[in-house]
């Protein structure tokens, strides 16, 4: 049953990357992070009355949690915003082995064969990735965006990690997950007033003016449902952090489609290769997490 729910995030999480993408072209990233962090947390807002709150005891490993999603989610916005989603969706994809690599460390989890064999086809399809951006004039040693995504990348897969150590009973603290949603929502909204108000309106006239648009509520409403069923896969009983965060990612499948339909992105033949490869390289690491079990 985790699977399915795992499956269903990553459909969700789809949609979230193409409303991201809307919201952002030619919009100011600082006021729609806060405004995402702010409904969030008015979403979860009833549901934090029925948690328990721990204390500091416990509000300090939450606290660290939306830190990590937060530097995650600002550098994926800038990121987005000025790179295809073509681009970004792929690069994203490859948490997995990212998560894995963790998982082996923090864990010890060990890679058997199939394992090693999605690690080794996912640096690859990166590389061929690069060579897909260079057509569009995006060099992916030295482009900032590009380093931005790549590190919200990393940030995202040690937010995964850690939340395999908050909610696991056995090898963790064992929260409850609606309390570390709520709560870690709540800081966010926190964290990105005090940015908004200090760092952004100041010197809103110096960068790019922020623009409403319909599809930045949009953004909310996916993510918390995305997150609330992947927390809720998590919970349940013989839930493995490699294979949802591998399963997660295959949101790339619904942003790379409606990414090329809705903003008429270029050189798809070479990217869905790429992007073919990632999937391969996520089955090859689904396989190989089959054969542990």
């Known amino acids: 049953m985790w699977l399915a729910f795992a499956f269903l995030s990553a459909v969700l999480l789809g949609f979230y990357d193409v409303a991201k993408k809307h919201s952002l072209r030619d919009n100011a990233v600082i006021p729609i992070l806060f405004l995402n962090t702010l409904f969030c947390s008015l979403i979860f807002l009833p549901m934090a009355f029925q948690t328990s709150f721990g204390g500091w005891a416990v509000q300090r490993y939450i606290l660290l949690k939306a830190c990590i999603v937060l530097s995650s ?53 990166f590389f061929l990735l690069s060579r897909s951006g260079r057509k569009e004039g995006i060099d992916f040693r030295h482009n900032r ?15 995964g990690l850690y939340d395999k150590y908050l909610m696991a009973t056995e090898e963790g603290l064992g929260l409850p997950r609606l309390t570390v949603q709520c709560w870690y929502n709540f800081y966010q909204s926190l964290m990105m007033g005090a940015m908004l108000l200090l760092l952004w309106y100041p010197k809103r006239k110096e960068g790019t003016p922020f623009q409403w648009r319909w599809s930045i509520l949009l953004i909310s ?4 449902v995305a997150d609330y069923v992947y927390f809720y896969s998590l919970s349940l009983d013989g839930a493995l952090i490699s294979v949802v965060s ?45 054969q542990e079990m």
């Not at 965006?145 to 990393?154: E, P, Y």
């Not at 409403?221 to 918390?224: G, N, Y």
């Not at 949101?251 to 489609?257: A, I, K």
């Open 73 to 125: 989610w600002l550098l994926g916005y800038i990121g987005i915003k000025h790179l295809p989603l073509t681009i970004v969706g792929p690069i994203n994809a490859t948490r997995p082995v990212m998560v894995l690599a963790g998982a082996l460390l923090i864990f010890g989890e060990r890679l058997n064969l199939w394992q090693w064999a999605g690690v080794m086809l996912a640096i690859l399809s």
């Open 145 to 159: 965006w590009i380093l931005c995504t790549v590190g919200a990348a990393v940030l995202g897969a040690i937010s």
């Open 221 to 224: 409403a996916f993510l918390s």
């Open 246 to 290: 591998m399963v997660r990612r295959s949101s790339v499948l619904v942003s790379f489609m409606l990414g090329a339909m809705l903003f008429h992105e270029k050189n798809l033949r070479s990217k869905a290769i790429d992007l073919a490869l990632v999937l391969l390289s996520m089955f090859l690491l689904w396989l190989g997490q089959r």
